[in-house]
């Protein structure tokens, strides 16, 4: 599914706008994103580190677990913003956690320079694991 370019600026000006909030002393990588659900709402979440590093939370996962908090679980789009030249793509675990609720997903990526990546969350985990591979 692709998105509308009025939704798709929404989303990305939301995914900037949390990356303000990121708690992120140690990388010093502060990043931003937002989720859009089926009803329309958009929910956003930004990285939160720990003195512990290992139980540093991405932006995308804040974001997914705001969604659900709030009793959306279709995830329909999600935008990342990095303070960087270049787009970020989720990482690995963060993929995961979003195949959970949009399979199907859009993710956008965008970053200081202006630069955007557009591609879907099915072509960033290709033969995802989830629900219905348990018995
Ligand atoms: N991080 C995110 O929040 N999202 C990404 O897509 C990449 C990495 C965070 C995790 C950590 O707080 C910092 O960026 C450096 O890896």
Redesign the pocket.
Known sequence: MSLAPAQRRRLIAAARRAAQAAY?PY?K?R?GAAVLTRSGKIHTGC?V?NASYGL?N???RTAVFTAVAGGERKIVAVA?Y?PTRKP????GA?RQVINEFGPKAVILCACRSGERLETTLDQLLPGAFGRRNLP
């Open positions: 992120a990388s990588f990043v990285n580190e540093s991405c932006a995308e990342v990095t970020t793509l989720p990482c963060c």
